[in-house]
């Protein structure tokens, strides 16, 4: 007998020997002999995932269909074309409008390159230690700080220590401020999430370190860096205590002509038809009609946002 005959005679009578008892091969196993209380949990973990999803989607639809209930009688040719008349009770909101698209693109203008060079060098070149974990520490912190104290800073800085005055460049640059940490930590993680083999691909073929980064990690981490971008634009349009100390008026017909000009703002003018303008009453159907030209605005720059987004996937 040879010793390929042995070894296959070995491999039949391993194949014939029982099982020890009580112990069945791995392939007999299957899904349908999990624990029960296993599945039990799965099911309970993944029906309050799904009633969270629903409270969230349904809070949304609320809000938003009380908001188009109750505003959407004000809206008109002459109130999207208008400036407020006669103690901001009657007329439009043209002035509100422009203010805010201004102030929004302001903002991005400045925080969304300074955000992005700040990421780059965060993931890309920053040497690991205390120091950056430190600075990423104040970055998250940053994001949590409440809205006011952005804008006290601005008052404080931009407007009086370097002279600039309650202006949309004022306005625009505290909310920028405001959206650095979010644009950082966007870009951060979409840094990070191309493959390292990108990398070493380009440094193979003679690529430095800023070919590497510009030509080949940032185009392919572009997707998530935008959005980011969409949630600092987001967030900028919305926010009301920044602006207040640093660029809004209570009323001017005008739309500005410089970025040193006194602006109105949606949010701003939403808060004085509100708490601080004359009639609240009658002016509720301009409130509710504001605040869904608002959200319209938002909506529609993040849309904006989400359609070049994907025509920069679809292109990779």
């Known amino acids: 007998m040879t010793q390929t005959d042995a070894e296959g005679l070995e491999k039949v009578r391993e194949k014939k020997r029982p099982l020890a008892r009580g112990v069945k091969p791995a392939s007999l196993f299957s899904s349908t002999e999990v624990s029960g209380r296993r599945k039990l949990a ?3 973990v993944f029906n309050l995932l799904r009633m969270a999803a629903v409270i969230n989607a349904a809070a949304l639809v609320v809000v938003v ?14 109130f999207l074309t208008m400036a407020p008349e006669n103690m901001m009770t009657e007329g439009g909101i043209w002035p509100c409008i422009v203010g805010t698209v201004g102030l ?3 903002a991005m203008l400045f925080a969304f390159p300074v955000g992005v060079a700040s ?9 690991p230690g205390k120091t950056l974990r430190l600075v990423r520490i104040g970055i998250n912190n940053l994001a949590g700080v409440p809205s006011v104290v952005f804008g006290l800073f601005g008052l404080a800085f931009f407007v009086i220590y370097l002279k600039i005055g309650v202006s949309l460049l004022a306005g625009a640059l505290t909310l920028g401020v405001l959206t650095l940490p979010v644009v950082i930590s966007a870009t951060e993680e979409a840094l990070r999430a191309v493959p390292d083999t990108y990398r070493e691909a380009s440094f193979g073929l003679g690529g430095t370190k800023w070919q590497t980064t510009y030509r080949v990690v940032l ?13 600092g634009l987001s967030r900028a349009a919305g926010e009301t205590a920044p602006i207040m100390f640093t660029a809004a008026v209570f009323f001017t017909p005008h739309i500005p002509k410089s970025v040193f000009d006194q602006v109105m703002a949606l949010p701003y003018h939403i808060y004085v038809l509100a708490t601080a303008g004359t009639n609240i009453d009658k002016t509720q159907p301009l409130q509710f009609g504001t605040a869904l030209v608002l959200i319209a605005l938002v909506l529609g720059m993040n849309l904006m946002a989400i359609v070049y987004r994907s025509y920069l996937r679809k292109k990779r």
């Open 42 to 44: 799965q099911a309970v």
């Open 65 to 78: 269909g009380y908001v188009v209930y109750r505003g959407y009688s004000a809206i008109s040719w002459s």
């Open 104 to 106: 929004s693109l302001g």
């Open 219 to 231: 185009p392919a981490a572009l997707p998530g860096i935008l959005t980011g971008g969409i949630l």
């Open 119 to 127: 990421g780059i060098y965060l993931s890309e070149y920053a040497k």
